[in-house]
C-alpha cells in the first residue's frame, strides 16, 4: 500500500489543522493506521492509532483532548484533527499503516506516508 499525507501547514498557536493520509492499492480496511511525529532534532513519536474498523482509537496524553485520529475506509483515508495546537505540535507528522492492527512503536508499521510539515507558531 502507498500512502500519501497532506495538509500540513502553519498556523497560530490556538488553531487548527487537519491532515489526511490517502491509501492507494487494496485492502485499506485491514490495515491499522497510526499518525507519527518528527520535531526538529528529536525522535519520531507516536502519536495515534486507529483500528481496521475504526471502532478503536488511542492517543498519546500529550494530545488527548485536542487531535482526533478517523479514517473513512470507503475512501481509503485516514485522517488527524488538530485543534488548540501549541508551538510543541511543531513537527514533520507521518501516516503509516500496519498489517497486524495498530500499535505505538514504529516497528508496528509496514508502510509509511511522506511526511507532512506541521508548524505553529506563537
Known amino acids: 500500500v502507498q500512502l500519501q499525507a497532506s495538509g500540513g501547514g502553519l498556523v497560530q498557536a490556538g488553531g487548527s489543522l487537519r491532515l489526511s493520509c490517502a491509501a492507494s492499492g487494496r485492502s485499506f480496511s485491514s490495515y491499522g493506521m497510526g499518525w507519527f511525529r518528527q520535531p526538529p532534532g528529536k525522535q519520531r513519536e507516536f502519536v495515534a492509532g486507529?483500528?481496521?474498523?475504526?471502532?478503536?482509537?488511542y492517543d498519546v496524553d500529550s494530545v488527548k483532548g485536542r487531535f482526533t485520529i478517523s479514517r473513512d475506509n470507503a475512501k481509503n483515508t485516514v485522517y488527524l484533527q488538530m485543534n488548540s495546537l501549541k508551538p510543541e505540535d511543531t513537527a514533520v507528522y507521518y501516516c503509516a499503516a500496519a498489517r497486524r492492527g495498530y500499535g505505538i512503536r514504529s516497528s508496528d508499521y509496514d508502510y509509511w506516508g511522506q511526511g507532512t510539515q506541521v508548524t505553529v507558531s506563537s
Open positions: 486507529i483500528s481496521r474498523s475504526g471502532g478503536s482509537t
